[in-house]
Structure formats: structure tokens, C-alpha cells
């Protein structure tokens, strides 16, 4: 059974960084494109950003462009989301998600063609 637990979550002031972890067990990693997601309080979730099984090619949603960086290391099963510029609008708790797609160079935005879920991790950015 697939699994994924996020990490690296918290409180920070604005202008701070954090990096969240996602480690897949079960499955080996490069068999999934990567997706992060986030869902602040009263709002829907909306996806941040993905990144695909191989050739590190990545997709962002434009309010995180510049600031946030997705990276991947298959060979250890962690996927990583580089946030950094942290404004209070990123508060939210913060999801990775794993597609089984068949291309290698490419990640779907979609949220529902994201598979498996992890359990996600509060990041708080305030004053």
C-alpha cells in the first residue's frame, strides 16, 4: 500500500522559508508525479504546484511562481516543496499527492487525477 507522510511544517514570520518533506513508502517514488496542494481555512484547496516522475520538470500556480521550487529525489523516496518569500496568504495546511501517470516529463494539475494523499502539515506565515 502506497503511502505518503509530509514533514517540515510550521510558524514563521513573513519573508521566512520553510521546506516540507514528502517520503512515499510502498511504492517506489519514480513511479508517481508529485503534486502539492494546500487548503487555508474556509477556502477550497487549490494546487501549488507538481512535478514529474523523471526530468525534474515542474509546474506552478502563478501566485507561488518565484518563490516556491519543487525537487525530487528518487533514489531516497522524498519529494521536497522549497518555500521561500513566505507571505501570510500561504497559510494553509499543505498536501502532497501522488499520480500514477505514464509519461515521465510531464504532471497533471488536476487534483483529482492525484491518486494517494498524505496527511498534510500546517504552515502558519504571520507577524
Known amino acids: 500500500q502506497v503511502r505518503l507522510v509530509e514533514s517540515g511544517g510550521g510558524s514563521v514570520h513573513p519573508g521566512g522559508s520553510l521546506r516540507l518533506s514528502c517520503v512515499i513508502s510502498g511504492e517506489a517514488l519514480d513511479y508517481y508525479a508529485i503534486g502539492w496542494f494546500r487548503q487555508a481555512p474556509g477556502k477550497e484547496r487549490e494546487g501549488v504546484g507538481c512535478?514529474?516522475?523523471?526530468?525534474?520538470?515542474?509546474d506552478y500556480t502563478d501566485s507561488v511562481k518565484g518563490r516556491f521550487t519543487i525537487s525530487r529525489d528518487n533514489r531516497n523516496n522524498v519529494a521536497f516543496l522549497q518555500m521561500n518569500s513566505l507571505e501570510p496568504n500561504d497559510t494553509a495546511i499543505y498536501y502532497c499527492?501522488?499520480?500514477?501517470?505514464?509519461?515521465?516529463?510531464?504532471?497533471?494539475?488536476?487534483?483529482?487525477?492525484?491518486?494517494?494523499w498524505g496527511q498534510g502539515t500546517q504552515v502558519t506565515v504571520s507577524l
Open positions: 512535478i514529474s516522475r523523471r526530468d525534474d520538470n515542474t
Open positions: 499527492a501522488a499520480a500514477g501517470v505514464r509519461g515521465t516529463s510531464w504532471c497533471p494539475r488536476p487534483a483529482n487525477l492525484y491518486d494517494t
